[in-house]
């Protein structure tokens, strides 16, 4: 697997992340991979922050993660990632009902 190969290579692996929540707000941020933690981070021009951790060592196409925001919404990530690991795409879920669709990796996220 060539992701997992660049982890042992390089230790750490970032990658660009966006979401659009259900009234259109944009959340871009990064996130990162090592041996041992995955974790992403996004904000919004406004200031609302979301984030979230998941276990990159995963081979399975399909992840969950746990999301929380400052706005107080928690919620779950379910992604369907590329067969190269390298990005995906999703939804995000939200306790309070609302969703987000999501993407991550250099060829899935606009610049």
């Known amino acids: 697997m060539v992701f997992f190969g660049a ?3 390089c230790g750490k ?9 259900h009234d259109g707000t944009v959340f871009r941020g990064t996130g990162y991979a090592t041996i041992q933690e995955g974790a992403f981070s996004l904000s919004s021009e406004a200031g609302t922050t979301c984030g979230g951790t998941y276990d990159p060592m995963s081979s399975s196409k399909r ?3 746990q999301v929380g925001c400052s706005d107080g919404r ?5 992604i369907v990632r590329d067969n190269d690991l390298r990005g995906g795409a999703g939804v995000i879920r939200f306790q309070d009902g609302t969703e987000a669709r999501a993407v991550f990796g250099e060829d899935r996220v606009s610049g």
């Open 7 to 9: 982890l042992a290579a």
């Open 13 to 21: 692996v970032t990658y660009p992340v966006e979401a659009v929540d």
């Open 63 to 65: 992840i969950t993660a």
């Open 74 to 78: 928690q919620g779950t990530a379910e």
